[in-house]
């Protein structure tokens, strides 16, 4: 049986350069930095005290103070996207049989802060160990799908996807599958993250991840800039609606993109760092290539992970040219996290929508903060440096790689009757 088609009918977006999709998609093109000195804790005696926090983002705009008490920021984000998102679709769920609508959620960490506050809070008592009652549904990362389908009463496939800063691709993937082989009429798919927390902070500080640029954060996050030094902490959601092709049809939809295919890969090589040769970044993107029956030149955009990191940039330009050979130079490669940071979970699903708005608008958002070459980093690629780049995009791919060598690539194309 011939697999379904799966299309992109609705979107939704809360990010350090915007709040809703028409402002992340702004912010993005105009080259606006997210990063700024960090808010919510006192970062003195931190080596990094800056990181792309959500700008506005009140949670009593969205939910009443009793609702707050059960959501952690990560889940907070997460329902605010899929609302917009829901919305942005036009589906009338009156008219949708909930049995065939599922959720499929990623999370690199899910509730960090809860955990985090909860312990501290332990530690300040006399030893007996009393916890807030939703201490546990709080933090576990699969609430946040729980809590979107509870929300609507989606029935169908319900859960969460953990493979670090590949979680939320995971995620995407998983939902193509669930539909092409009919689990499934329709799957919000996406991802959320809330990892702006003294843990979090000091725990990438820890594995010297992060940059230390305290005196201008805005040009810190600097993919393939000869003098980056780590990448900038972000946070919010990204979700999509993801529809079976005749479904849409059927009802009318407006179609953003299709989903072409996925594809999934290990680089089995370190707890951190990738392959030096970029081994499975070369394996996944094939991978993905193949299962979207996509041939390497059709291929106009690649939004890669692209985090800034000393080893990772250099390991992932020369994975691209390695699958694209000579058609590499005719791509446009960008990395949006040089302007909302790295949203670790979330990263997947706010980039597909970097890359499904680049192909409605033929518009390729820019990697800004580029300075000095880096001898490591063939300058002769186009990184789409410095400001947006107009040009046709008819199939685009986004990279996410995650801590422990997971690598996941997705791929949509400009939507054909």
Known sequence: MKPRRVVITGMGALTPIGNTLSDYWNGLINGKSGA?????????????????????FNPLDHF??????????????????????????????????????????????????????????FQKGDGTPRFN???????????????????????????????????????????LNYIRLGYADIMIAGGSEAGVTIAGIGGFNALHALSKRNDDPSKASRPFDRDRDGFVLGEGAGSLVLEEYEHAIARGANIYAELSGGGLSADAHHITAPHPEGRGAIKVMRNCLKDSNTNTQDV????????????????????VK??????????????TKSMTGHLLGAAGGVEAIACIMSIKENIVPPTINH??????????????????????????????????????CILFKKFNL
């Open 36 to 56: 700024a000195p960090i808010t919510y804790f006192d970062t003195s005696k931190f080596k990094t005290q800056f990181a792309c926090e959500l700008k506005g």
């Open 371 to 408: 300075e000095n070459n880096d001898e490591n980093i063939d300058s002769k690629l186009n990184f789409t440096f410095g400001k947006a780049q107009k040009r046709e995009v008819n199939v685009a791919m986004s990279n996410t790689f995650g801590f422990g060598g997971h690598n996941a």
């Open 133 to 175: 009652p939703f201490f546990i549904p709080k933090f576990i990362p699969d609430i946040a799908s729980g809590m979107i389908s509870i929300k609507y009463g989606f029935t169908g496939p319900n859960f969460a996807t953990v493979s670090a800063c590949a979680s939320s691709s995971n995620a995407i993937i998983d939902a």
């Open 64 to 121: 009443d103070r009793k609702d707050l008490r059960k959501y952690d920021r990560f889940t907070q984000y997460a329902l605010v996207a899929t609302d917009e998102a829901v919305i942005n679709s036009g589906i009338d769920l009156e008219k949708e049989n909930k049995d065939q609508i599922g959720v499929i959620w990623g999370s690199g960490i899910g509730g960090l802060e809860t955990f985090q506050n909860e312990v501290i809070e």
């Open 322 to 335: 390695d699958v694209f050979g000579e058609h590499a130079y005719g791509i446009n490669i960008n990395s």
């Open 300 to 319: 106009d955009l690649i939004n890669v992970h692209g985090t800034s990191t000393p080893l990772g940039d250099i390991a992932e330009v020369k994975a």
